[in-house]
Each structure stands twice: as C-alpha cells, then as structure tokens.
C-alpha cells in the first residue's frame, strides 16, 4: 500500500505542514488565547490585576506556550501576532492603557513570549 502524501499533520495538539512552518500553529494558538482572554474580559467584572494575572498564567498562556520547542515561531509577523495576546491582556486592566507595553509587563511581572519561548529552549537543551 503506497503512502499518500499530505500538506499538513497534526500530532499531540501540534500542527506540523509540508513546508515546516508554523504559521498555522501560531494562528491555531492565537485563537484558542484570544477566545479564552476574550472570554475572561466578559465574565469578570471587578479587574484587579493579582486576579488576572493569575487567569492568564493559568487559562491563556499555556496555549501560546504549549511545546514551543517544536515550533516556536521564526516570522516576526508571527511573533507579533501571539505578543497581541499578551498586550491586549495588559490593556484589560484600567489605568495602564497609557503605559508603554514593556513597562505594563513590569507593572504584572510578567515577560515578554519570546522571552519566555527563549527560556523554554533554554530549559529544554539543558535537559
């Protein structure tokens, strides 16, 4: 029985295609986060910010983190796309719309994706 060629897998939540791009991985992740933040910002009503950080750390980054060793994105327009996540979370807080996105991570103690993809490679070659 010949095998039949295909343009695109997925295997363990991970799409892999043809090509080895991530492209729709990345956009596959952005849409579970951005559902789950969206959904967040409609159901809690007093946002403090220990609150939800702890739901972002909890319910929305495990998507844009999950197996980011195999793979995290190369494009900057995909990097940028998944950091609209996290930027869009920090703008749900009244009072630091007006800040720059850097200093709202250091206001929520919280890094950048790739700052946290790069330490998750780091971690993972530690291994």
């Given at each position: 029985m010949?095998?039949?060629?295909?343009?695109?897998?997925?295997?363990?939540?991970?799409?892999?295609?043809?090509?080895?791009?991530?492209?729709?991985?990345c956009l596959q992740a952005y849409n579970k986060a951005n559902k789950?933040?969206?959904?967040?910002n409609q159901s809690i009503v007093y946002k403090k910010k220990d609150v939800l950080v702890k739901l972002c750390k909890s319910l929305v980054r495990p998507h844009l983190e999950y197996c980011t060793?195999?793979?995290s994105p190369h494009y900057s327009?995909?990097?940028?796309?998944?950091?609209?996540?996290?930027?869009?979370?920090?703008?749900m807080v009244p009072g630091l719309k007006s800040l720059p996105s850097e200093q709202q991570l250091i206001?929520?103690?919280?890094?950048?994706?790739e700052e946290q993809r790069v330490r998750a490679d780091l971690k993972f070659t530690k291994l």
């Open positions: 010949p095998l039949t060629e295909v343009t695109q897998e997925r295997d363990l939540g991970i799409t892999v295609k043809s090509d080895l791009k991530s492209s729709q991985q789950i933040l969206g959904a967040i060793a195999a793979w327009k995909h990097k940028d796309i998944l950091e609209r996540i996290q930027h869009r979370f920090t703008h206001k929520f103690h919280l890094w950048s994706l």
